[in-house]
């Protein structure tokens, strides 16, 4: 199975909810990565995780907060959100050493 | 600033012609590059990955890498209107811990 699936597809938000967005693979990739991406423009890093431990938090602001449960999920939780935070939210997979990264279809969000 | 330079587009070929894309980097100790396809408002797709000087072939796709000159193309022969996509080409150092310059993307449009 070579695929990263992301749940939900689409999420609406006020800004004073707390959801979550969710990130599964199944390659059995040991890094996972989170980006944001607005249109017209390429995709920004976020976090990267590596066997399990965040390796890299790109500045974000804490009112988002990553979780990797396992090798295998990842989540990204959302509170007290801004509408300039409304984007297309990427969730990517790669071998340790590969760096091939290959993106799910995102989650779609947008903060009213 | 490392920085990963590509022409916005549009870029506009008849189908069946072959269609040149290309992008630049000016870190020199870069040592993975990537093109990735992105239909609009879908997720970017790895599509060719190239590592070493010369050309790469998968397909109707060709990558070719020339690190002297800093510059690695994408070449799609026989152009299908479902090529049409924005074309990002991201490139890799290990000094950036994992994280992925990207260029703006080429917009590609083939007409039938």
């Known amino acids: 199975d070579t695929e990263v699936t992301q749940t939900p597809k689409h999420l609406v938000m006020g800004m004073t909810n707390k959801k979550s967005l969710k990130c599964e693979q199944h390659m059995g990739h040991r890094a996972m990565y989170w980006y944001k991406q607005k249109a017209k423009k390429p995709p920004e890093l976020m976090f990267v995780y590596s066997y399990e431990k965040l390796s890299i938090n790109e500045s974000v602001p804490s009112r988002f907060s990553p979780e990797c449960p396992n090798s295998s999920l990842l989540n990204l939780h959302l509170h007290a959100l801004q509408p300039e935070d409304s984007a297309l939210y990427l969730c990517?997979?790669?071998?340790?050493?590969?760096?091939?990264?290959?993106f799910g279809p995102g989650t779609r969000l947008t903060v009213t | 600033q490392k920085e990963v330079e590509q022409n916005s587009g549009p870029l506009s070929v008849p189908e069946g012609a072959i269609a040149s894309l290309n992008c630049t980097y000016s870190d020199r100790g870069s040592q993975s590059f990537f093109w990735y396809r992105q239909y609009s408002g879908k997720s970017p797709e790895l599509i060719m990955s190239?590592?070493s000087n010369g050309d790469k072939e998968d397909g109707r796709f060709t990558a070719q890498l020339n690190k002297a000159s800093q510059y690695v193309s994408l070449l799609i022969r026989d152009s299908q209107p479902s090529d049409s996509a924005t074309y990002l080409c991201?490139?890799?150092?290990?000094?950036?811990?994992?994280?992925?310059?990207w260029g703006l993307g080429t917009s590609l449009a083939v007409n039938p």
């Open positions: 991201a490139v890799y150092n290990a000094g950036n811990n994992r994280k992925l310059i």
């Open positions: 190239i590592y």
């Open positions: 990517a997979s790669s071998q340790e050493h590969s760096y091939e990264q290959y």
